[in-house]
């Protein structure tokens, strides 16, 4: 049986270049730019609750530093630095080098460098803290958006929580389509590069994690205003709009976790300079409606009815 | 049932004082202080594993963060923020607040401040990553140990296995040594103090979380030289003192883990300045042996005896 400290060797020791110390002392040692502050947040992840036990570990191990990265981006924050700490109940060799490889992957993408972690046996559990930087003062809040700023998604919206009634048999999903929203659920691309471009245009930023109205509904708590949206500019991809039931297509969408695009909230003024990201980013956005005074959160159909809303997000221990 | 975010808004949200934005958003923004490089560390406790299921939640929450402020001291780096991640099989409320009230008594104890987390369901899982600052250039690594070093230890060792040991009941300990023994494996100090007044005078350091043979076998592989141990000069407690086997005493005081003392190298000429730090901090310090150029590890008895050591630390997956 591998050791401990053999498996770490193996599997997760990279030489740092942009560490002053990595993996292998008791701490690892980060020189912030001058200028910047550090942005820190962290995501853990376990076995059963974020992902199935038998999920593809390459991309289990892209997952868990993609949601971390998600919280950067919704910064507007460059990725620097992760840590990485894991509960394995066993050591399954093919298992770990496909994990680290779906993790090492996106870093390099990212330019984000493994400086640290601990390993453990115990139930499967991936907590994975992610540091990046961002000039000092320029960081995307969630309590900068104003009455009247445009509020914006990237991407489209519902597609993991998609997914997850497919997985679970609650719905039948069709090959390419389901083939989809399987990528967008085990497979999610953080909008790092669209948070880097949204500094100094976007008034506040959100990544959508727990669904479209739980996390605006952070924003407009933070900012206290209100939003009112309408249904028919909310996103939707193909496999989305070929499913019948338009009650699973607006849970999905509105409610649904998972899909870490960005919401963020900008004045009208720059949306010359948004619409333009589209193509020096390749990115999909959508304006999907207007940040209120009024304190509360309106959906609205195409006749502008209100539309009913069961569950706003998800919550761990409901 | 209390919500997710409810919990954390009740339990883990303390106004940020020294971060420049605290619980609450996407990511937590800290300003390092210029000249200063941050030192990060994380450590994952998993119930059955780093603790009994049924341990008093208040020692819990003070150990969580000690194990890793331990980390932080070990480098000579003072403690400023950490991020907690827990997953809870369910919400008790009152084991939250003793959880928290551990963990908050000994963050305020040495000024550091909880920044951001996650909260989940799942398997009883705590994980906390800890970040502190250090002069640039100034930190305590493991690979500066030097031939002629002394080999010092603060504390006394083996004390937290020996009360490993007692709660499996495979030894029986007195009630008063017992209670002593018990305080140490489940309310470690960490030695930050000592850690910053070491700058400067170690040349290594690390912290003994895996036992003394196999947490300075670290320094001497990564800084290529060896060390020669006296069996008589390993400090111990009375409760130790007190079991009459000396092989229990040798595998705890040697091999044990959750110490959490500082070992440390530092050159002769500094004797009297480290020797000074037993009166100005108030802390026990012991020169155990020597620093050699062979690399290799002995302990000598009394006589000058090798003694024999069967396993030099805890590796999770042994």
Redesign the interface.
């Given at each position: 049986?591998?050791?401990?400290?053999a498996?770490i060797e193996r599997y997760f020791t990279r030489p740092a270049s942009s560490a002053?110390?990595g993996v292998?002392?008791?701490?690892?040692?980060?020189?912030?730019s001058?200028g910047h502050?550090?942005?820190?947040?962290?995501?853990?992840l376990?076995?059963?609750?974020?992902f199935f036990a038998d999920v593809d570990p390459h991309r289990l191990g892209h997952k868990a530093l993609a949601v971390n990265l998600s919280?950067?981006a919704?910064?507007g924050?460059k990725p620097r630095?992760f840590?990485l700490?894991?509960?394995?109940p066993a050591?399954e060799e093919p298992w770990l080098a496909a994990f680290a490889d779906g993790m090492f992957d996106l870093a390099r993408e990212f330019g984000v460098e493994l400086?640290?972690?601990?390993?453990?046996?115990?139930?499967l559990?991936i907590?994975v803290?992610i540091?990046?930087e961002?000039p000092?003062g320029q960081?995307l809040?969630?309590?900068g958006a104003r009455p009247e700023d445009d509020v914006w998604i990237s991407g489209t919206l519902g597609d993991a929580a998609l997914a997850l009634d497919g997985l679970q048999g609650k719905i039948s999903l069709a090959g390419e389509g389901f083939a989809f929203v399987r990528d967008r659920l085990e497979r999610p691309l953080p909008k790092v590069n669209l948070g880097l471009a949204l500094r100094g245009l976007a008034h506040a930023?959100?990544?959508v994690s727990d669904g479209l109205l739980a996390d605006l509904g952070h924003i407009l708590t933070?900012s206290c205003v209100g939003a009112a949206l309408d249904w028919e500019s909310v996103p939707l991809s193909n496999a989305m709009r070929s499913v019948e039931d338009l009650s699973v297509v607006r849970r999905c969408a509105l409610s649904g976790g998972d899909d870490y695009e960005l919401c963020f909230t900008a004045p009208a003024c720059v949306r010359p300079h948004i619409d333009a990201l589209r193509d020096t980013l390749g990115v999909a956005l959508a304006r999907i409606g207007v940040i209120t005074a009024a304190c509360d959160l309106q959906v609205r159909d195409v006749r502008g009815e209100p539309i009913e809303i069961e569950r706003h997000g998800y919550?761990?221990?409901?």
């Open positions: 049986m591998i050791s401990e400290f498996l002053d110390l292998g002392d008791d701490c690892a040692l980060l020189s912030v001058p502050q550090l942005a820190v947040s962290t995501d853990m376990v076995s059963g609750r974020h919280d950067l919704a910064m924050a630095w840590t700490s894991l509960a394995l050591i400086v640290g972690g601990d390993t453990t046996s115990g139930p559990n907590c803290q540091m990046g961002v000092t960081a809040l969630r309590s930023a959100i990544d933070r919550d761990h221990f409901a």
